[in-house]
Nanobody, 121 residues
Framework: VQLQASGGGLVQAGASLRLSCAAS????????VAWFRQAPGKERDFVSA????????YYADSVKGRFTISRDNAENTVYLQMNSLKSEDTAIYYC???????????????WGQGTQVTVSS
């Protein structure tokens, strides 16, 4: 399975962006698709995840209330709607697919290439 992340860009604080994670093949109902992000000089951190079958969603505390993860079954695509962006959201955003919900990188077998999000203050 190949994942293609897109939608990043340079925006001002308070703006919105929507990231997309498109899969080359159908996600299984048991799949979990997650977004992680990595800021310069920092570790890659969990941002959000969605259970493909149930649609259950999970968020890091730092993005709750601002980011929304969703899925499009027909398009095999997961979206991350990011509102009220802050400078601390600046990072490379990666999507990943795993077989169970986890916050650790090692639990996700398939990764997209990343898309840069830069928020200017």
């Amino acid at each position: 399975v190949q994942l293609q992340a897109s939608g990043g860009g340079l925006v001002q604080a308070g703006a919105s962006l929507r990231l997309s994670c498109a899969a080359s093949a159908r996600f299984f109902s048991s799949s979990v698709v997650a977004w992680f992000r990595q800021a310069p000089g920092k570790e890659r951190d969990f941002v959000s995840a969605i259970r493909w079958g149930r649609g259950s969603t999970y968020y890091a505390d730092s993005v709750k209330g601002r980011f929304t993860i969703s899925r499009d079954n027909a398009e095999n695509t997961v979206y991350l709607q990011m509102n009220s962006l802050k400078s601390e959201d600046t990072a490379i955003y990666y999507c990943a697919r795993g077989s169970s919900l986890a916050y650790a990188l090692a639990e996700y077998k398939y990764w997209g290439q990343g898309t840069q999000v830069t928020v200017s203050s």
